[in-house]
């Protein structure tokens, strides 16, 4: 990755901070579709409804800190309701319509495969996805500012705790200089890498997918970088191998509340309760959003790049609930 090319797009995701504590409700018009939508500390919250470029309405439903919450509904282009769920977190929903099947072969339509458990190391076990259940991916870095997520400050911050890991050799560190997790840091050599760091942001490289065995999409993430920005550069401290990381994660509480149990940093990241923005999605040219947009034009391609993720989902939701 090359650290300068990006430089301008996080100092800029910086400097918009304080915004991110305003609640904005905010539309979005392309080609294919259009949606308006809500913002409140940097997430989606609030209503979401989105429309085929012929005018009939497409999805609606409401987001609660990038939680789809409660009902949501999704109609084909002619305005014919195709698929309608209620949510209860990211994974796990009722199906009202289409029928849920109760017998025969075919499990598309079934209850959904998954429910939350936390294993005996304090985290929610992902799903095992077969290769061939991806219909669509895409490669995702964000920076995440930590003064815009006090869900990552906690009784220790998220930095706290990587460091402390890295530094006392309980986990792994990587070489600054890729994001592809090559060159693990000696225990000195990761203690050095972050002594006496003030972090201004965190880099998180992910992957969205949407899997068909359950018919909905996922996040995860692969890797995160504690990140200091000056007027001048933008300097990597470590990578880290997230799902190395998680059962650390896992033993750190935040303070936050989900369901009536207490949220840990690793729950922040698994129900994406953070704050954050897009700086490059994977592409045939392998380049950065600052290398093809300037000005505010790079936060609003951030947000398009978000939203048509949804929207994809949205229209997978469509194509597997018309009888195809």
Same mark, same amino acid.
């Given at each position: 990755?090359?650290?300068?090319?990006?430089?301008?797009?996080?100092?800029?995701?910086?400097?918009?901070?304080?915004?991110?504590?305003?609640?904005?409700?905010?539309?979005?018009? *392309?080609?294919?579709?259009?949606?308006?939508?809500?913002?409140?500390?940097?997430? !989606?919250?609030?209503?979401? $409804?989105?429309?085929?470029?012929?005018?009939?309405?497409?999805?609606? *439903?409401?987001?609660?800190?990038?939680?789809?919450?409660?009902?949501?509904?999704?109609?084909?282009?002619?305005?014919?309701?195709?698929?309608?769920?209620?949510?209860?977190?990211? !994974?796990?929903?009722?199906?009202?319509? @289409?029928?849920?099947?109760?017998?025969? @072969?075919?499990?598309?339509?079934?209850? @959904?495969?998954?429910?939350?458990?936390?294993?005996?190391?304090?985290?929610?076990?992902?799903?095992?996805?077969? +290769?061939?259940?991806?219909?669509?991916?895409? %490669?995702?870095?964000?920076?995440?500012?930590?003064?815009?997520?006090?869900?990552?400050? =906690? @009784? %220790?911050?998220?930095?706290?705790?990587?460091?402390?890991?890295?530094?006392?050799?309980?986990?792994?560190?990587?070489?600054?200089?890729?994001? +592809?997790?090559? *060159?693990?840091? $000696?225990?000195?050599?990761?203690?050095?890498? *972050?002594?006496?760091?003030? &972090?201004? =942001?965190?880099?998180?490289? +992910?992957?969205? !997918?949407?899997?068909?065995?359950?018919?909905?999409?996922?996040?995860?993430?692969?890797?995160?970088?504690?990140?200091?920005?000056?007027?001048?550069?933008?300097?990597?401290?470590?990578?880290?191998?997230?799902?190395?990381?998680?059962?650390?994660?896992? =033993? +750190?509480?935040?303070?936050? &509340?989900?369901? =009536?149990?207490?949220?840990?940093?690793?729950?922040?990241?698994?129900?994406?309760?953070?704050?954050?923005?897009?700086?490059?999605?994977?592409?045939?040219?392998?380049?950065?959003?600052?290398?093809?947009?300037?000005?505010?034009?790079?936060?609003?391609?951030?947000?398009?790049?978000?939203?048509?993720?949804?929207?994809?989902?949205?229209?997978?939701?469509? !194509?597997?609930?018309?009888?195809?």
């Amino acid at each position: 990755m090359m650290l300068p090319r990006i430089y301008s797009l996080i100092s800029l995701i910086l400097a918009a901070v304080s915004c991110f504590s305003q609640e904005n409700k905010l539309q979005y018009t *392309g080609n294919e579709y259009k949606c308006s939508y809500g913002k409140e500390n940097g997430m !989606f919250s609030g209503k979401y $409804t989105s429309w085929y470029s012929n005018g009939k309405k497409k999805a609606e *439903g409401t987001f609660r800190d990038n939680l789809k919450t409660g009902v949501w509904t999704v109609w084909d282009s002619l305005g014919r309701m195709r698929c309608q769920r209620n949510y209860q977190n990211l !994974f796990e929903y009722d199906q009202p319509f @289409p029928k849920i099947a109760k017998e025969g @072969p075919c499990q598309l339509l079934n209850t @959904p495969l998954y429910q939350l458990t936390y294993n005996k190391d304090g985290y929610i076990d992902y799903f095992k996805i077969r +290769e061939k259940d991806v219909v669509a991916a895409k %490669r995702i870095w964000r920076i995440a500012d930590p003064t815009a997520n006090p869900r990552l400050a =906690g @009784p %220790r911050s998220l930095y706290e705790v990587l460091y402390d890991a890295v530094s006392s050799g309980r986990a792994k560190a990587y070489n600054k200089k890729s994001d +592809e997790f090559i *060159g693990e840091l $000696t225990k000195e050599e990761a203690k050095q890498a *972050g002594l006496s760091q003030k &972090v201004t =942001g965190y880099m998180v490289k +992910e992957d969205w !997918f949407f899997d068909d065995q359950r018919l909905l999409s996922e996040i995860r993430i692969i890797g995160i970088a504690p990140v200091i920005v000056t007027p001048k550069d933008t300097t990597v401290l470590f990578w880290i191998y997230y799902p190395e990381f998680r059962k650390i994660l896992a =033993g +750190e509480k935040t303070g936050l &509340v989900n369901n =009536g149990k207490a949220m840990s940093l690793d729950d922040v990241f698994t129900f994406r309760r953070f704050s954050s923005t897009i700086y490059k999605e994977s592409n045939v040219y392998d380049r950065s959003i600052s290398e093809y947009k300037s000005g505010d034009e790079r936060l609003k391609e951030s947000e398009r790049i978000e939203l048509d993720m949804i929207n994809m989902e949205m229209d997978l939701l469509v !194509f597997y609930n018309s009888g195809r």
